[in-house]
């Protein structure tokens, strides 16, 4: 009876809690352009992080009555990239000797930029006219420091007529002494089908994957060994979007391991991050890192990316790691973690620049001003782009001329009443609210169950 006595104020407590719960309220206010109907606008990160539902369906235009507008949320910006092809300097790698010697003897001569200049080895060595089983080339100074990345590699080779078969394994390195396996192919150039016209298969491209560091110095093993008479790197590069925007980011070290072995970020909100660039706090760091993200703190990590972050000091220059580029859905929580074999990177926290493309809706002005974008109040109700463009084309979404969001405040909201609560609630609200209602039943259950108990064994008067 006691325990019943002390169940109930708190689940009536709990009840009133969630009838009278509200999230804050963000918003901003718009200016729109004069005589425009449709319209777009960028949605800030403020507003975002204020977001509390998946989709950020709970973000919606009002206007001077506080009534929600149409509005539908444009797709993603068609990403632009432009490919150049470039010579590579190739230097033919000594083979081992008969003794079978590594490559500790090799010697491999630079300039002050770093440039190879040639090789020399314990065995013959090997000159650009041979066959051999590897090769260096060096991909130059800007790799570290340009906005391209390496998309492939192109091969050019003496064949005989009959045509040949290669199998090409990819290593790179910053320093010419520890060398990482990057990737393998299969490449071929014989007579087709149609050989008596000169038709030919070809496949002379090695494709880079996308989250391996592009080291200035790669290492080019063939079997059978080959004479290469050339080789073209294709490198690509990422026009910016107007819409894109760079954000600041700062991951605190997560508790269990000293010196830590994590770094987590909390958003606040959902954000479509797209590519990452993070500052070893050390000089001459290196480590091999795995990128993951959640959408809420109870689901679990996933990855999303792998790479390795380094910042070395080479040839009186600083050279940092490229930044890391992914495609995932927006997430709130996100995680950077050390490989396994990977040294520590100290005990602070990890500074990082994020890209990401902020998401804009399209709605129509309709209404008084003025209009203002708000977030975290009731979930609003969207069309789709042909719904509320007729004749809608791709793209025609960014052809409209762009309302701007001013400063975001932080409003406390009014609390609901039940009637609201319940129109307002999602799915995952409802299911939440079940497995309260069955873990309140339960406990009343197991209360009345042991009252009962008492009173049977105690005994008579």
């Keep these: 009876m006691m325990l019943l006595q002390r169940l109930a104020p708190a689940a009536a407590a709990w009840l009133w809690a969630l009838a009278a719960s509200a999230t804050p309220t963000a918003q901003a206010p718009l200016t729109l352009?004069?005589?425009?109907?449709?319209?777009?606008?960028?949605?800030?990160?403020?507003?975002?992080?204020?977001?509390?539902?998946?989709?950020?369906?709970?973000?919606?235009?009002?206007?001077?009555?506080?009534?929600?507008?149409?509005?539908?949320?444009?797709?993603?910006?068609?990403?632009?990239?432009?490919?150049?092809?470039?010579?590579l300097p190739r230097f033919a790698w000594p083979d081992p000797g008969p003794g079978g010697r590594d490559d500790a003897a090799m010697q491999v001569q630079v300039d002050a930029q770093g440039a190879v200049v040639r090789i020399q080895g314990p065995s013959t060595a090997a000159h650009e006219g041979s066959a051999s089983t590897r090769w260096l080339l060096d991909l130059g100074p800007d790799v570290h420091r340009s906005a391209e990345w390496l998309a492939a590699l192109e091969l050019a080779w003496e064949f005989p007529g009959e045509g040949s078969h290669l199998?090409?394994?990819?290593?790179?390195?910053?320093?010419?002494?520890?060398?990482?396996?990057?990737?393998?192919?299969?490449?071929?150039?014989?007579?087709?089908?149609?050989?008596?016209s000169g038709e030919r298969l070809v496949q002379r491209r090695i494709e880079w994957p996308a989250a391996a560091p592009a080291l200035r110095y790669l290492r080019l093993s063939l079997q059978p060994p080959a004479r290469l008479t050339g080789v073209q790197a294709l490198w690509r590069t990422r026009e910016a979007s107007a819409a894109s925007a760079t954000t600041a980011l700062r991951f605190e070290p997560e508790a269990g391991t000293n010196p830590p072995r994590a770094w987590s970020l909390d958003l606040g909100g959902a954000v479509p991050l797209q590519e990452l660039r993070l500052a070893l706090p050390q000089r001459n760091s290196v480590a091999s890192l795995v990128l993951e993200q959640r959408a809420q703190e109870e689901a679990s990590w996933r990855a999303v990316a792998r790479f390795t972050a380094y910042r070395l000091d080479r040839d009186g220059q600083e050279w940092q790691s490229p930044p890391v580029r992914w495609t995932a859905a927006p997430a709130r929580h996100w995680r950077l973690r050390l490989e396994e074999r990977s040294p520590a990177l100290g005990a602070g926290a990890l500074e990082a620049s994020a890209v990401w493309t902020p998401p804009q809706l399209v709605f129509a002005a309709r209404g008084e001003p003025p209009f203002r974008l708000v977030a975290g109040g009731p979930v609003a109700s969207s069309l789709?782009?042909?719904?509320?463009?007729?004749?809608?084309?791709?793209?025609?979404?960014?052809?409209?001329?762009?309302?701007?969001?001013?400063?975001?405040?932080?409003?406390?909201?009014?609390?609901?009443?039940?009637?609201?609560?319940?129109?307002?609630?999602?799915?995952?609200?409802?299911?939440?609210?079940?497995?309260?209602?069955?873990?309140?039943?339960?406990?009343?259950?197991?209360?009345?169950?042991?009252?009962r108990l008492m009173r049977d064994i105690q005994p008579p008067s």
Excluded: F, M
């Design 33 to 87: 352009t004069a005589g425009e109907g449709l319209q777009r606008v960028e949605i800030p990160l403020d507003l975002l992080r204020a977001s509390t539902r998946e989709g950020w369906s709970d973000l919606h235009v009002l206007n001077a009555r506080g009534e929600p507008v149409p509005q539908a949320w444009a797709l993603p910006p068609p990403a632009r990239e432009r490919e150049r092809s470039a010579p």
């Design 167 to 196: 199998r090409a394994r990819v290593e790179a390195s910053a320093d010419l002494k520890q060398w990482q396996a990057v990737t393998e192919a299969a490449l071929l150039d014989v007579p087709g089908v149609g050989a008596a």
């Design 384 to 451: 789709t782009l042909p719904q509320l463009l007729p004749g809608y084309e791709a793209g025609q979404e960014y052809r409209l001329p762009q309302a701007v969001a001013g400063p975001v405040t932080l409003t406390p909201a009014t609390p609901l009443s039940w009637r609201e609560r319940l129109a307002q609630a999602s799915a995952a609200d409802w299911r939440r609210w079940a497995l309260w209602a069955v873990l309140a039943l339960a406990v009343i259950a197991l209360a009345l169950l042991a009252r």
